[in-house]
């Protein structure tokens, strides 16, 4: 087991402008927002030259990092003194946060061309893109800084924008709703975080990872520390149990979707325990392990919620709780989890954005519509939309030699192998669901026949559309088998998240492979016994309890009612009664006394010089018998 | 015969002050000499030059030869770090002040004319104007830049009255509301005299207890012990009569909202950051240098003022209905704050710079907000002139969110309301307090901490006013005949704009200003 190596000040060339990065799609947010209606000719033109130039930074940035020694590679910059004795703000450019860098930059500049096209019609395209560019510099913050505080700023930052993006249509109820449900959620987990980032500070005296050392300090502090982060993390990847945002976000435009609701921020839960991780999720520790089964809870959760919905990007959303429930798992297992939950996040980053994209293309051939059993047989009319996203599908079930095999079977190999291989042996279970939910999908929207609404003509979408769809399918079948078939990734990480003893190599005739192999096979030949040779028809049948337990999102959201919001609502029910009895009458006494001196006070401006000169006097015999009397004591 | 010994003077140190002096006293001619149509077009740019030109000099000399380690011309003026900074911020101040003068439609044809009569209304017609403003502004601003600087209580006294002069005249010249403006001058002009009284009578008696009124030679005196003079202390009260009166310190606040209502508004801005700067900075100047030995009398006193002056100030500021009283006594409170600072002092002279730094730093941020609030009042304006009445606010924000917004960051940077500059004057006063408190180790450890509580409750009383005038802006209806917001000519929109990128950005990012203050302070005042 080695650490991370030591992370070394640095100053010029492009690293020392990494600020830019983040500074780029700043500048374009506040363009564009400040600059109001005069930009709406060329917002979007600015959002997106600002997101390929934070990409362009990040590229250079990349190729700088590779040209140090591996020992080399975790670069510091130092930008301001942030808050004076307690922050320094500062960069750190190392391996994993260039690796984040390239994603959120890059699928994020696909993203951002992409809504070019598919916010065509919308009158606040604008307003649109200054959002998307506020979350890029947000979310790059949220990676690229070298301390908590910074971390924790980018954390709000993306928390923000996912807020305005999802209720973007703010005058549907349903958007308005699912915005600040989105928002309420994750201030639970920021409370962890916040709270954490408090006990990191009194126990240790710093926020700065390069400075962070935890050696000597008590176990319990440790897990306490870890669990609270994890709280954090649990909110912002929307792992149980702070799960239920994410379907309700949905309502967001499908973009906002692919890029923050399953490519890049609801990661961020991953990164703040994979960054963390050397100091307070070490293997086997118990924080390691709330990890762990958080992870293989939640995969589970997602997928079987995947199965029940209709919705096709209700159903995408199911699987990306799915999905960061593999990540979250694999992250549980010290620095070789480390690198196929990244790899995971990665091959996970470009198939979902390729899947929600493509959702978004079929919506925006179908007039909006959401619902699945209103498609079917739309292969023939949208060719690229269909390839792509069968190819989004494969990779996301695991089909060999597809990005989503390598790094899923690596996690589930990992988990099968730690102490705990029953959590490994739910992953494969969770894979076999994902083969059966996703294949539903498939089928019911581009095969059988069509079930379409009366006046729908689907038709294939723009090329400004297509072509990021196109990309990101080849990167949904190469970048898998890149990652991990030589263990790139894994080396390319060690210097940031440190190395096992052993490093993993890759073999793809082993017991747990291949079971996962036939478990998603029987999977995808059950979708096709029941979606495929079937016939689905337009509306739900009423299902069994465990079909309307998964519709319920596993009765999630009543839960959260019955536990917190009905009690809540009491507590607050009382408290109003005792702030109207009580505490009122002593606040409003308060205020009426200042108020009343207020008014009895004011009669002495009475607007007469002679009165003023009168208080002047009077004054000034205060102040001199006041000096006399102290000058005498 | 005895020769009188001709003064050294030195120009290069005096030169920013000069350039004022000498661009007013060019502007007197200009009146003289030339024609009516060429006055405007040749005072501004005099103005605003000689303005700029004195605010390099002062950065050429901060930067070239730093602080001057002794007093100048012959000990009676002291440009040293402080001295230095406040006259870059009155520099700032006034020159963005006189963009707002520079608009027009703010002041009146014809003074003399007598309101309501026909005299107005043809000196109307005929547009003419005063042009007097430009140089009589450039007077009070030299006034003010000696008045912080002066080492020596006769040269501060004169500072005293160049500064006042010229501007109880330009109070009374508004263009609307004029029985208000020339009443608000008359009281300024009466009340003014009055406490110059007090501080010439006091000077007259420190003189007879020290034998100079040279400010050095009175912290000297004052250093050799003895008994205490009742003399001295009477004169330290008078004294202090008259630079409270200046910095509008409860109970000699009364003439601020009069006067800060009547004025015209850009003339309000002037008074409300440039005057209140400079006289904090005759307040540091006496107390910690001249009387600093006596500090275990006047601290107890100062202590009663500035809490009564944080009280009245918030307190009152709860009933007002009129904009600019309301900031009129926003500005009292927020002078209560800044008399916390002139009451930290330590032992050690490091920790004094750290207060002293504080107090800057406060200066600095206050000013430009400021500025900026009066700026903003000056744009909102119905059929009588500024739309005055709190009433005439409500539903601004629905009608032009932009300037309802800018008015609401400053109201919240008034408030101290963190990611504003405000936060920051304000905590960094409170801290130094705190620390005098905790450190010095004296009686009044206990004292100053209470005097921080009673600041915060002061704050959150303030908090109360400013936040209600947001919520009226925002979330009342507009009223149907409500006040237009006229669209601010250039000036105006650039002192809004800086007024808001120095509120703004030092509310994120204080340091580089925190560490100007604290430089200029590091040397404390000379002596």
Not at chain 1, 233 to 252: F, H, R
């Amino acid at each position: 087991m080695q650490t991370p190596t030591d992370i070394i000040p640095h100053t010029g060339g492009v690293i020392g402008v990494a600020w830019l990065m983040i500074a780029l799609p700043l500048l374009g947010a506040a363009v564009l927002l400040i600059g109001g209606r005069r930009t709406d000719r060329w917002g979007h033109l600015l959002g997106v030259a600002m997101s390929l130039g934070s990409f362009v930074v990040a590229v250079l940035a990349l190729v700088e990092l590779l040209g140090l020694g591996e020992e080399q590679r975790r670069r510091a910059i130092e930008l301001y003194d942030f808050i004076p004795g307690m922050v320094k703000m500062g960069l750190l450019v190392d391996p994993l946060s260039v690796s984040f860098a390239l994603l959120i930059t890059g699928v994020g500049s696909l993203i951002h061309i992409y809504s070019i096209g598919y916010m065509a019609h919308d009158p606040a395209r604008r307003r649109f893109f200054a959002y998307l560019n506020l979350f890029v510099a947000a979310m790059l913050l949220l990676v690229l800084a070298d301390n908590y505080v910074g971390l924790f700023i980018g954390w709000e930052g993306v928390g923000l924008a996912s807020y305005l993006l999802i209720g973007f249509w703010y005058f549907k109820p349903s958007a308005a709703v699912a915005a600040k449900k989105a928002f309420v959620v994750n201030r639970v987990g920021d409370f962890g975080l916040l709270v954490g980032m408090f006990v990191i500070w009194t126990t240790f005296g710093t926020l700065t990872f390069k400075d962070l050392d935890v050696t000597g300090a008590s176990n319990g502090t440790l897990t306490a520390i870890g669990l609270l982060l994890l709280l954090g993390a649990c909110g912002k990847s929307a792992q149980i149990p702070l799960q239920s945002w994410l379907l309700d976000a949905m309502e967001g435009p499908t973009p906002v979707s692919a890029l923050i609701h399953a490519a890049t921020m609801v990661t961020a839960g991953v990164y703040l325990v994979v960054r963390s991780g050397a100091f307070f999720f070490p293997v086997g520790s118990g924080a390691s392990l709330a990890v762990a089964i958080v992870g293989a809870a939640t995969l589970l959760a997602g997928a079987i919620i995947g199965c029940a919905k209709d919705d096709i990007k209700k159903g995408l959303a199911g699987s990306t709780m799915s999905q960061i429930g593999y990540m979250m798992l694999g992250a549980a297992f010290g620095p070789v989890g480390y690198a196929f939950a990244i790899g995971h996040l990665f091959t996970h980053g470009f198939f979902k954005a390729d899947l929600f994209l493509g959702a978004g293309s079929v919506m925006h051939g179908m007039n909006d519509e959401v619902d699945m059993r209103k498609y079917g047989g739309l292969f023939p009319k949208m060719r690229i939309t269909a390839i792509t996203f069968i190819i989004g599908y494969l990779a996301i079930i695991g089909f060999p030699l597809l990005s989503g095999y390598f790094t899923k079977d690596g996690i589930i190999e990992t988990a099968v192998h730690s102490d705990y291989p029953i959590l490994g042996w739910l992953a494969v279970l969770g894979a076999g669901i994902t083969g059966f939910y996703m294949s539903r999908m498939v089928f019911m929207t581009f095969f059988g026949k069509p079930r379409w609404a009366e006046g729908a003509h689907p038709h294939e979408s723009p090329k400004v559309m297509t072509i990021p769809l196109i990309i990101l399918s080849i990167g949904s079948i190469f970048l898998g088998g890149y990652l991990v078939v030589n263990q790139t990734l894994y080396h390319w990480l060690s210097p940031a998240v440190g190395a096992a003893a052993e490093a993993p190599h890759f073999d793809p005739f082993t017991t747990p492979g291949l079971v996962t192999l036939a478990v998603v096979a029987a999977g995808v030949l059950l979708a096709w016994f029941m979606y495929g040779r079937a016939e689905v028809p337009q509306t739900a049948p009423a299902g069994n309890a465990l079909v309307t337990f998964a519709r319920r999102d596993l009765y999630g959201d009543a839960l959260n009612e019955s536990l917190f919001m009905r009690p809540g609502q009491w507590l607050t029910r009382l408290a109003v009664f005792f702030d109207n009895r009580g505490v009122d009458g002593l606040v409003n006494g308060l205020a009426a006394t200042i108020g009343g001196s207020s008014g009895r006070l004011r009669r002495l401006q009475t607007g007469f010089a002679r009165t003023y000169a009168l208080s002047i006097l009077f004054g000034a015999a205060l102040l001199t018998g006041a000096l006399l009397l102290v000058g005498n004591l | 015969m005895n020769k009188i010994p001709a003064p050294t003077i030195e120009y290069g140190t005096l030169a920013p002050m000069l350039l004022v002096f000498g661009a007013a006293v060019l502007g007197v001619l200009v009146e003289a000499f030339a024609p009516r149509y060429l006055r405007k077009s040749i005072h501004v740019p005099l103005t605003l030059l000689s303005l700029a030109g004195a605010f390099v000099l002062v950065v050429v000399q901060t930067m070239t030869k730093g602080a001057p380690t002794a007093p100048a011309a012959m000990g009676a003026v002291a440009v040293d770090g402080p001295a230095l900074f406040l006259w870059g911020v009155i520099l700032v101040l006034a020159f963005v002040s006189v963009l707002l003068i520079n608009d027009e439609g703010q002041f009146v044809a014809s003074a003399a004319a007598v309101p309501g009569t026909a005299a107005e209304d043809e000196a109307e017609a005929e547009g003419r104007a005063h042009t007097e403003i430009y140089p009589l502004v450039l007077f009070a601003v030299g006034g003010m830049m000696l008045f912080p600087a002066s080492n020596d209580l006769l040269v501060m006294f004169v500072a005293l009255e160049v500064m006042s002069l010229p501007l109880y005249l330009l109070c009374g010249l508004a263009r609307r509301r004029r029985l208000l403006s020339q009443e608000a001058a008359m009281k300024y002009f009466l009340l003014g005299a009055f406490s110059s009284a007090f501080f010439l009578y006091g000077t007259a008696l420190v003189y007879g207890y020290a034998g100079s009124v040279d400010l050095a030679k009175i912290s000297d005196a004052l250093g050799t012990g003895g008994v205490l003079d009742p003399l001295l202390l009477a004169g330290l009260a008078l004294l202090g009569v008259g630079l409270m009166f200046k910095v509008g310190a409860a109970p000699f606040q009364a003439w601020k909202p009069d006067v800060y209502q009547g004025a015209p508004t850009p003339i309000t801005a002037l008074m409300a950051s440039g005057v209140l700067v400079a006289a904090v900075g005759a307040v540091l100047r006496v107390l910690w240098v001249g009387l600093g030995n006596l500090d275990w009398d006047w601290r107890p006193v100062m202590w009663g003022v500035a809490a009564l002056t944080m009280i009245v100030g918030s307190v009152l500021a709860i009933t007002q209905t009129e904009i600019k009283r309301m900031l009129a006594y926003s500005s009292i409170a927020h002078a209560g704050f800044l008399l916390i600072g002139v009451l930290a002092t330590f032992d050690a002279a490091e920790q004094n710079a750290d207060s002293l730094s504080a107090i800057l730093f406060y200066l600095l941020v206050y000013g430009f907000t400021t500025v900026g609030a009066f700026a903003v009042v000056t744009m909102v304006r119905e059929a009588g002139g500024e739309a005055g009445h709190l009433s005439r606010w409500a539903g601004l924000g629905k009608r032009s969110p932009m300037l309802a917004g800018v008015f609401a960051f400053f109201l919240l940077a008034f408030a101290g309301i963190p990611l504003t500059s405000g936060f920051f004057g304000k905590y960094a006063v409170f801290v130094a307090a705190l620390r005098s408190g905790s450190e010095s180790g004296d009686s009044m450890g206990a004292w100053m901490t209470g005097l921080v509580v009673v600041a915060v409750l002061a704050s959150a009383i303030a908090a109360f006013f400013y936040v209600r005038v947001i919520v009226l802006m925002f979330f009342s209806e507009p009223l149907a005949d409500g006040p237009t917001v006229a669209s601010p000519s250039a000036g105006t929109a650039a002192v809004i704009a800086l007024a808001l990128l120095v509120t703004a950005v030092v509310g994120v990012y204080p340091q580089p200003i925190l560490d100007i203050a604290h430089q200029a302070a590091s040397g404390l005042f000379v002596r």
